[in-house]
């Protein structure tokens, strides 16, 4: 051995003594709700913001951030307009994946699976919770298509404002979407650069787990 790499060694532990990865449980959901709080209690911004990628018949990738809401028997929960352009790929083609940085904590996770509209019922309790002006958004955003002005779109949430002085209704057009995953992958950085990857794996009924190359 150099005598570079001895002093890099011992300047730097988890060069031979990595402990992120090797402590992660071999099922992968409680893998994921271990990082997740981990992220929130350092105090991650914006930690249940993940990355949603789809793709449609033209095999064309997009992306956009969205919020996860909860992962509710095993299956990732995201909330938007079934008409907006990831609604249209994801009826087009339901396999998406998510993708989650928590810089602080140097830990990606990457999750593949596919993607189904939830129970409308869940999708009501949840719209009831959220405050008045997201209700009367997501009413009044046509998602994704064009816009004129801004002042349409305000004239839109003026108009539902005074047709629901009340509670305000789901609108149909907007709901939950589940990701049942069948690839989950942890990735942590090392300051040692010599990083960390485990995937795991659904297949033939059961989830399996290796290592890969950083
Ligand atoms: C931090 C952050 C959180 C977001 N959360 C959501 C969300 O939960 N649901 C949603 O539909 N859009 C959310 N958006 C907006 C999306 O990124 C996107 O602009 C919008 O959904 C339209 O995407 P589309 O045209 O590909 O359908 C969020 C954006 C940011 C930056």
């Known amino acids: 051995m150099s005598e570079w790499l001895q002093a890099y060694r011992e300047n730097h532990a988890d060069f031979d003594q990595p402990s992120a990865i090797g402590a992660l449980p071999n099922n992968p959901f409680v893998a994921f709700s271990e990082w997740f709080d981990t992220a929130v209690t350092a105090k991650e911004r914006e930690a249940n913001a993940c990355v949603l990628s789809t793709c449609g018949h033209d095999l064309q990738a997009s992306s956009r951030v969205l919020y996860l809401k909860e992962l509710l028997d095993n299956q990732f929960i995201?909330?938007?307009?079934?008409?907006?352009?990831?609604?249209?790929?994801?009826d087009t083609n339901p396999k998406a994946s998510l993708l989650f940085f928590w810089p602080q904590l140097m830990r990606q996770?990457?999750?593949?699976?596919?993607?189904?509209?939830i129970d409308p019922a869940i999708s009501d309790a949840y719209f009831a919770s959220r405050p008045r002006e997201s209700q009367l958004g997501a009413w009044a955003s046509q998602q994704s298509e064009t816009l004129s002005d801004r002042a349409a779109l305000i004239a839109r949430f003026e108009a539902f404002d005074r047709q629901f002085p009340d509670a305000v209704?789901?609108?149909?057009?907007?709901?939950?979407?589940?990701?049942?995953?069948?690839?989950?992958?942890?990735?942590?950085g090392q300051p040692s650069r010599l990083h960390e990857r485990r995937v795991y794996e659904f297949s033939q009924n059961e989830w399996t787990s290796k290592l890969l190359n950083p």
């Open 78 to 90: 995201f909330y938007t307009n079934y008409l907006s352009q990831k609604g249209q790929l994801l």
């Open 109 to 117: 996770v990457r999750i593949e699976g596919s993607v189904q509209q």
């Open 169 to 188: 209704p789901r609108p149909p057009h907007w709901g939950g979407f589940a990701l049942q995953p069948h690839y989950m992958e942890f990735w942590q």
